[in-house]
């Protein structure tokens, strides 16, 4: 009497994982293709343009010849190699003070209080911009919840 292999595995039994032994894997249907890899004959490439107008310009002056020594300080240059790094520039917070007056009156002595803007509660608290970037990283980005914190912190 041939003895079959139990069909039992981890997904239908109390089984732990470690029993099930190595599963064949599955094939790719991808077909090999004949062409290239990267980028295929006469497809239009594209590349970042320089800029007309930068915000910066640094000039990397060559002080003397490489070699002889010969100081270039007064020399005109005849011509700028140019290459331009696109960047963000920093972030830096914008705090808002509001300040709400307070005021006696002289006739009958009641002390009056300037009103704060809707939605100005606390002493100290975040504004919408910043609360919009904690919505955008934790439900669409799904940053957790820990790490957004760090990061708005």
């Given at each position: 009497?041939?003895?079959?292999?139990?069909?039992?595995?981890?997904?239908?039994?109390?089984?732990?994982?470690?029993?099930?032994?190595?599963?064949k894997?599955?094939?790719?249907?991808?077909?090999?293709?004949?062409?290239k890899?990267?980028?295929?004959?006469?497809?239009?490439?594209s590349?970042?343009?320089?800029?007309?107008?930068?915000?910066?310009?640094?000039?990397h002056?060559?002080?003397?010849?490489?070699?002889?020594?010969?100081s270039?300080?007064?020399?005109?240059p005849?011509?700028?190699?140019?290459?331009?790094?696109?960047?963000?520039?920093?972030?830096?917070?914008?705090?808002?003070?509001?300040?709400?007056?307070?005021?006696?009156?002289?006739?009958c002595?009641?002390?009056?209080?300037?009103?704060?803007?809707?939605?100005?509660?606390?002493?100290?608290?975040?504004?919408?911009k910043?609360?919009?970037?904690?919505?955008?990283?934790?439900?669409?980005?799904?940053?957790?919840?820990?790490?957004?914190?760090?990061l708005?912190?």
């Open positions: 009497m041939i003895r079959e292999p139990s069909k039992q595995n981890s997904n239908n039994s109390s089984k732990p994982p470690s029993t099930d032994g190595f599963k894997k599955t094939k790719s249907l991808r077909t090999k293709s004949d062409k890899p990267g980028g295929q004959e006469g497809h239009e490439g590349t970042l343009e320089l800029s007309d107008n930068p915000d910066e310009i640094e000039i002056g060559v002080d003397k010849c490489d070699i002889c020594g010969e270039l300080q007064d020399v005109t005849e011509r700028y190699i140019i290459r331009q790094i696109v960047d963000i520039p920093d972030i830096k917070v914008k705090i808002i003070e509001h300040r709400a007056e307070v005021k006696k009156c002289p006739k002595r009641r002390r009056n209080t300037g009103k704060f803007p809707d939605g100005i509660t606390n002493t100290v608290q975040y504004g919408e910043v609360k919009s970037v904690a919505v955008y990283l934790t439900q669409y980005q799904l940053i957790p919840y820990k790490r957004g914190s760090e708005i912190e």
